[in-house]
C-alpha cells in the first residue's frame, strides 16, 4: 500500500509498524527521524495537489488536527480518507488499531506494551490538581475532553478546567493563578514552554515541565510516556518556586 499521513502521531505508528509505506508526511512529522517520505505542507494547511499526485491507497488524518474543508477536497479528488477521533487512551488504541488494519498490518507489539505500561491505577489518595497550558499570549489551557487530560487524569493529576465548556479555553493569567491548583504543567509543544519560559509566570506552584509528544502523541511513544511523565510530574522546573502539594490522608 502508499499511505500518506496527515498526523504526526499516525505518521510514527505507521512508519515504525512498517518501514517504507508511507509515501507523504506532514511537515511536523518528526518521528521516526529516519523518514523519507515526500513532506507534503502542514496538518492545517496540506497541499492537497501533492497529496493526489503522490497517488495514495490511503490518507489518514484526525478530526481535530486536520481541517474538514482539506479532508472534504481530497475526498473529491477521489482519495480514501480514514479520520480518527482520539480523546481518551481507550479511543487512541482502538484508533491505533483501526488505521494499522487499514494499512494492512497486523497488530504491532508496540501496541502491545503501550496497552500494558498504561494498565497501572492511578496512584492511590486525593488526586493533585493542575493547570495545563498549551499557549501563552494569549494563555490557553486543556480544558474538557482531551487526550492529554485523560493521560494526566491516569497519573493522578486531575485537571482544573476538565469541566470548562471550551476543550481549549483562553484564561487570563491572572484567573490561572487564583485558580486553586497545586501544580502546572508545562508541555514544549505546541508552544514551546521552558524553565526559563514559563515557570516565571507562576511564582506561587511548582511547574512540571513535560515533553509534548509524551502528553500529546498517541503511538509508539505512549509506551514510554506513562514511565516518563510519572518522573516529569515529581520534577519540579529549574527556577520554579517549589512549594509541596498538601499532605494526602
Same mark, same amino acid.
Given at each position: ?26 511537515? /511536523?512529522? @518528526? ?15 496540506? #497541499? ?8 495514495? #491507497? ?19 479528488? +477521489?482519495? #480514501? ?11 487512541? !488504541? ?16 508496540? =501496541? #502491545?506494551?503501550?496497552?500494558?505500561? /498504561? ?6 489518595? @486525593? ?7 498549551? /499557549? ?6 486543556? +480544558?474538557?475532553?482531551? !487526550? ?6 491516569? =497519573? ?21 493563578? +487564583?485558580?486553586?491548583?497545586? =501544580?502546572?504543567? =508545562? ?5 514551546? !514552554? @521552558?524553565?526559563?519560559? +514559563?515557570?516565571?509566570? !507562576?511564582?506561587?506552584?511548582p511547574a512540571a515541565l513535560v515533553d509534548g509528544r509524551h502528553l500529546t502523541w498517541y503511538g509508539p511513544s505512549l509506551a514510554e510516556a506513562a514511565g516518563e511523565l510519572r518522573a516529569a510530574l515529581r520534577r519540579p522546573a529549574r527556577g520554579a518556586s517549589v512549594h509541596p502539594p498538601p499532605p494526602r490522608p
Amino acid at each position: 500500500m502508499r499511505v500518506v499521513s496527515l498526523v504526526p502521531s499516525l505518521t510514527e505508528a505507521v512508519a515504525v509498524t512498517s518501514p517504507g509505506l508511507l509515501v507523504g508526511v506532514t511537515d /511536523w512529522c @518528526t518521528h521516526p527521524a529516519e523518514l523519507t517520505a515526500a513532506r507534503i505542507g502542514g496538518t492545517k494547511n496540506p #497541499d492537497v495537489a501533492a497529496v493526489v499526485a503522490l497517488r495514495p #491507497d490511503l490518507v489518514v488524518a484526525n478530526e481535530e488536527e486536520n481541517r474538514e474543508s482539506d479532508l472534504a477536497a481530497l475526498r473529491e479528488a +477521489g482519495q #480514501d480518507v480514514l479520520v480518527t477521533e482520539v480523546r481518551t487512551l481507550g479511543q487512541a !488504541f482502538t484508533e491505533l488499531e483501526r488505521v494499522l488494519g487499514a494499512c494492512g498490518l497486523k497488530r504491532p507489539r508496540w =501496541l #502491545d506494551e503501550a496497552e500494558a505500561a /498504561w494498565s497501572a491505577a492511578p496512584p492511590p489518595g @486525593t488526586p493533585r490538581t493542575a493547570i495545563v497550558p498549551v /499557549w501563552r499570549r494569549p494563555w490557553m489551557v486543556l +480544558g474538557r475532553d482531551t !487526550f492529554a487530560g485523560d493521560l494526566l487524569a491516569r =497519573l493522578g493529576v486531575r485537571n482544573v478546567y476538565a469541566d470548562h465548556p471550551e476543550r481549549y479555553p483562553r484564561i487570563p493569567l491572572a484567573e490561572l493563578n +487564583g485558580a486553586g491548583a497545586d =501544580l502546572v504543567v =508545562l508541555p514544549d509543544e505546541p508552544y514551546r !514552554f @521552558t524553565a526559563d519560559d +514559563g515557570p516565571e509566570a !507562576f511564582p506561587s506552584m511548582p511547574a512540571a515541565l513535560v515533553d509534548g509528544r509524551h502528553l500529546t502523541w498517541y503511538g509508539p511513544s505512549l509506551a514510554e510516556a506513562a514511565g516518563e511523565l510519572r518522573a516529569a510530574l515529581r520534577r519540579p522546573a529549574r527556577g520554579a518556586s517549589v512549594h509541596p502539594p498538601p499532605p494526602r490522608p
